[in-house]
């Protein structure tokens, strides 16, 4: 488990390396996540939104995260009928919070593009049944008429797991990514800063 201050440090580590966004884990049972190593990195000065990463199927869990500081909420498709996901999506809009929707499917894809104000849609490359990453996922449910009505509908996609390599970054953008989020490939580096610009070849930053 990693100690409360070195969590600040690598925060502001992510910061000042020119991350958008910090996902904080806060899912006790499966990752030693805390809402309140969440709050904790919010009461640090880190001014990056926050993004709460957790299993919610509860309203009470986004209520909580807001309390503690975040800015965001991740909704698992696979685990959240498309009643929950706009329940939930409506609570957030009415507490200033973003939505990420997270996908890793066609058909959990076709069920999110189904639903009203969607505005970030997470694609995994991660294959929850076998645990098999493969960052081709992204770009075959980016293909075609998906694809059109992600553009259509200006949803901006989020790519998750498996990008390790700036040629890796390079290949979901090219398929339709306009944001990524990442956490095994630079949180085990002993320089967050170093590990983001080396995953996008370059400094970002500026």
């Known amino acids: 488990m990693i100690k409360p201050c070195r969590l600040v440090e690598i925060a502001q580590a992510y910061e000042r390396g020119g991350a958008a966004c910090l996902s904080v884990l806060t899912d006790e049972k499966y990752f030693k996540g805390s809402f309140e190593n969440l709050e904790l990195i919010r009461n640090a000065g880190v001014k990056c939104p926050l993004l709460c990463k957790e299993f919610i199927v509860d309203a009470w869990q986004i209520y909580n995260a807001r309390v503690k500081g975040a800015d965001a909420i991740l909704l698992i498709a696979a685990v959240l009928p498309d009643l929950d996901i706009k329940y939930m999506s409506k609570i957030c809009k009415i507490l200033g919070m973003a939505v990420l929707v997270e996908v890793h499917n066609e058909r959990e894809l076709d069920r999110v593009l189904g639903i009203d104000g969607i505005e970030l849609v997470g694609i995994n490359n991660r294959n929850l049944e076998t645990f098999e990453v493969d960052i081709s996922n992204t770009k075959k449910l980016l293909e075609g008429e998906r ?13 998750e797991s498996g990008l390790f390599t700036p040629d890796d970054i390079a290949f979901v953008k090219e398929a339709g990514v306009r944001a990524v989020l990442v956490g095994e490939s630079i949180v085990k580096q002993s320089d967050p800063g170093k590990g983001i610009s080396g995953l996008f070849g370059q400094d970002i930053s500026l």
């Open 147 to 159: 694809g059109q009505r992600i553009r259509e509908k200006d949803i901006i996609v989020v790519g």
